[in-house]
């Protein structure tokens, strides 16, 4: 195994899920320019290899999808990998470098989308993480401004009897 598989594999293995998703993400986009690359050379065996790795990195997109989370998103992306998988068939049997760029640029876009939801969730945990850590801050955000309570007193206790 030489040292690009290695590190690749040892970054899967420490990857968190979020980032295994990138990683694939990643990797389509590699296949696809090895695709591309046999396609102008003319190796038929070489394009087949990488398009067939890149269907099923789809696939392994496909069922990592989580239907009980956000069914609407997880449809649609669900369809676009399938879209894409198609696209990659007829690109294959097609000799269509259009069609393999097609797919390249909807997986870019996906991958662009994706570090952009990671480098949100970065940056809520993080926001998160300082709330908590400052308590009186985040009382203070959440309390009645109209309130004549100091906001690091605790509220005062209401009583209902009549």
Known sequence: ???????LSQRVETASPVELIRILYEAALRTLDEALAALYSGDILKRGRAV??????????????????QPEYSNTLAGLYSYMQQQLIRAHAEQSESRLQEVA??????LEGWIGAMQNLATGTESHAALESQPEAHAASTSNPYSTDSPSAPPAVRSWRL
């Open 1 to 7: 195994m030489n040292r690009q598989n290695e590190y």
């Open 52 to 69: 067939t790795k890149a269907i099923e990195i789809l696939s392994e997109l496909q069922m990592s999808l989580r239907c009980d989370v």
């Open 105 to 110: 640029r909807l997986l870019r876009t996906l």
